[in-house]
């Protein structure tokens, strides 16, 4: 069974990774547009995309475009392969999981809402 990832595996981050992971090959996408997906402050997000940063998931780009600085972003080929590899490992976890729980409710009977109501109880 795959194993979670620690890094990714915090919301943030896996907001983040989410959200990269759509982009097709090697395209990118503004701190301005990521910051609005997990509702996160400036600082909250750099603080995470420093963490993905440094652990080789995603490409921090710094530009200026006309005499504003810009950051673009982008996940790495090894972020991807650890993003699908944390996915596996949480389908893994939850699969099993709801197959049990379709078990259960297919072996509850299955009777006339209306007339399964009881009472309600009076209070002693």
């Known amino acids: 069974m795959p194993e979670l ?14 959200a990269l992971s759509e982009l097709i090959g090697s395209r990118e996408v503004d701190f301005t547009f ?12 750099g603080a995470h995309l420093l963490t993905l940063e440094e652990a080789g998931y995603i490409k921090v780009k710094k530009t200026l475009v006309g005499r504003r600085p810009k950051t673009f972003l982008a996940i790495t080929a090894q972020g991807r392969k650890a993003f699908e590899s ?33 009472a309600p109880e009076k209070p002693l």
Do not use: F, Y
């Not at 990521?34 to 997000?45: S, Y």
């Not at 944390?86 to 209306?114: D, F, M, T, W, Y």
């Open 86 to 118: 944390h996915v596996a490992a949480l389908e893994a976890i939850i699969k099993p999981g709801r197959s049990n729980c379709q078990a259960n409710e297919s072996a509850k009977p299955v009777g006339n809402p209306a007339s399964d109501q009881s």
């Open 5 to 18: 990832d620690s890094i990714i595996h915090q919301p943030a981050r896996l907001q983040i990774m989410a």
């Open 34 to 45: 990521l910051r609005t997906k997990p509702g996160l402050t400036d600082g909250n997000l």
